[in-house]
């Protein structure tokens, strides 16, 4: 949609290769993976797991980002409070000073403490619901603690589309600020690892006991991860009052169903073509114009072929540069799309390229090979990300260097 | 009233241009499924969870497709399946849905299969069903609906927002049409969970005494709602004008967002003529309608709904579809009215919404 541009002025991430930007940068420099074994959340799974899991247990969480003591605050809760306590500060922005909305994703809310109390919870004979638990299981939950938090009251909505559930939340709160709904909109997503997605995912029989090999012909499925990642966006009148200098231009975006199948992507790559074609389109440019692409990626066999699939039919023998990061900090669900987004400015701002880690031979049906080592010399300008999801839900992000 | 001495300016919200409401359905306590309409007689209930009066699923499915949905797959899929029927729109360009909670029951399942099961092999439907986006794609599969597709899962606010998404994408003009619903299903142990929160009352109490009520709590309802929006005025049964979400805020405030919503759209008091409210029973957060009630004029009808759908997130969803439907019909059903105005006409209709107290909605419907 032509007219109003809107403008990234700060970014928070906390994942398992850091509590923040610059240790993230650092390990996404060093080619340090963050995944290996499960610790902190308590599942049967751990012997033969591994995941992208965040070494900081919730009390040094709550003591990190000073939260109050007498509401409960799940694990998702206080990761998206690291997060975005940093893009915050940042941004240097007061919410009641403009409209200012949260638009947050997640799948599991407040899961990753329920599922640990769920059945004593759900006892008519205990009275068991330690400052106020058992309000905390849906996905508005750890919107409404993290916006107040912050004071943002002036939009809040918490998007759950599977995988790609962070891009929508991004391209969302785009369209608030161009409808003139909003002057920032701080978006974003949080996921803690939890013992119900191990398992859902363990079921679906697609996760990797291994370090996960992103476009690698011998995949095997992906590994979860836990993070929470926000970006704060920002009107072109509004970066006028703010003076702040903005990180890059969200230039494109698309959200695209492919209605094929409830779990897995359409052999052809259509959903996939069509978002990445039409976010391409929006912001005037050529398939030629991208720089890199940080692929979905999730290292499951479907996944995979059909992004590649998607990748040849748009560029053709000229794939731009590409990776997958998800052998970095694992799929974190709802988080991926805006880590990634984090990963994506950060390539714009240090002009690097990230290693798609763990590849060794491509997929014989595309012969596709991914950036394997840490690029310094290529110039970075326009990077597109990928999240797609269950549902047959797509999204493209596409970031633009401010110039 | 001059908006800018009683708002800081960036309280007003841009307004959008009508979109027209071409098909309402709703799947509730109620038998409002067979005829697309609140029934003659009123379900009374004596406990204080209302359940889903369910459609007879036989004519859109064979028993084996059955057998492998879940109940809220199943009451969505048909809810929306007529929706389109209605509007007789095969393939909806954007489909946006609003729940807070999704598949309760199949959440509830995989939590239990994974102690009952050891966190051993498990079958993963109920995990893949308990996704709050489940039934969305579904929907997009059964119509072969490319295009934009989002699930908004805030409480009080999924369905407001599952709106305002698609009124963006008609002024995008990315959209010609499209549809909207909610969902939300009540089960025993989410029921459990909601009653160590207060949220129910420790009394039995009958829906229809519930406007009555001098107590704190409420009963719990369920109910699937699904909307054809178009942006051209074609067969159009009335038209959403305005919405506005207000977050956290006491009761002063949502008395001057009400006025301002008014002004917004150049409406007096006395050219409202009708209103939904959403009591609840819950003497606790009455104050909150209340203040709205107070200064109604006497040409407006109020009208309270939860007495007869029971209180869930997005229960905005049965005012929506009553309200439609009233516009539609010029016919307020007797079960809805809480104070007769004097209103002979129903031109223009407002929701007021709020859900426990946190998330506050405001609605406005013209008739067509």
Partial sequence: MP????????????????????????????????????????????????????????????????????????????????????AMQMSKLDPSRQKTGFINATTVGGMSDMEKYYFDLVDPTTKSNENGLADCLDCADCTEKIADHFNIKDWIATISTACSSSANAILYGARLIKSGQLDVAVCGGTDALTRFTLNGFNSLKNIDASPCMPFDENRNGLNLGEAAAYVIMESEEQLQRSGNKPLAELSGYQNFNEAFHPTAPSPNGEGALTAMQETIQMAGLQPADISYINVHGTATLNNDLSEGIALKRLFGENVPLFSSTKPFTGHTLAAAGAVETVFSLLSLQEQIIYANLNFKSPMPELGLYPVTSLQTDKAVMHVLSNSFGFGGNNASLLFSKYV | MDLAETTPAFYLVNMFNPVHITSARATCAQDTFSNNNLPENIKVFEQNILNYHEPDYRQYFTIMQLRRMTRIIKIGLVTAIEALKDAKLEQPQAIVTGTAKGSMTDTEKFLHDIVDFNEGTLNPTAFIQSTYNALNGLIALHHDANGYNSTYVHRGFSLENSLMDAIMLFEENRIENALIGCFEEMTAEHYELKKKMGYWKNESMKNIDLLNSSTEGTIAGEGTFFFTLNKAPENAIAKLSGLRMLYNADEALVKTTFNNF??????????????????????????????????????????????????????????????????????????????????SSLKNVIIYNQYNGKEHAFYLLERI
């Fill in chain 1, 3 to 86: 007219g109003k541009r809107v403008f990234i002025t700060g970014m928070g991430i906390i994942s398992a290769i850091g509590t923040g930007v610059e240790e993230t940068l650092v390990s996404l420099r060093n080619n340090a993976s963050g995944i290996g074994p499960i610790e902190i959340v308590d599942t049967l799974l751990k012997s033969k797991l591994i995941a992208g899991e965040i070494k900081v247990p919730n009390e040094k969480l709550a003591e990190l980002t000073g939260v109050k003591k007498n509401a409960y605050y799940t694990r998702t809760s206080l990761l998206g409070i690291a997060a975005l306590q940093e």
């Fill in chain 2, 262 to 343: 008014l002004a917004e759209h150049s409406l007096e008091l006395n050219e409202v003529d009708a209103v939904f409210l959403s009591y609840n029973g819950n003497i606790q957060t009455r104050h909150f309608e209340d203040a709205i009630s107070e200064q109604l004029s006497s040409n407006t009808n109020q009208l309270a709904f939860k007495h007869l759908c029971g209180e869930f997130d997005t229960a905005a969803g049965f005012a929506l579809w009553a309200a439609t439907k009233a516009l539609q019909h010029q016919v307020l059903h007797p079960s809805l009215i809480l104070k007769k105005g004097t209103s």
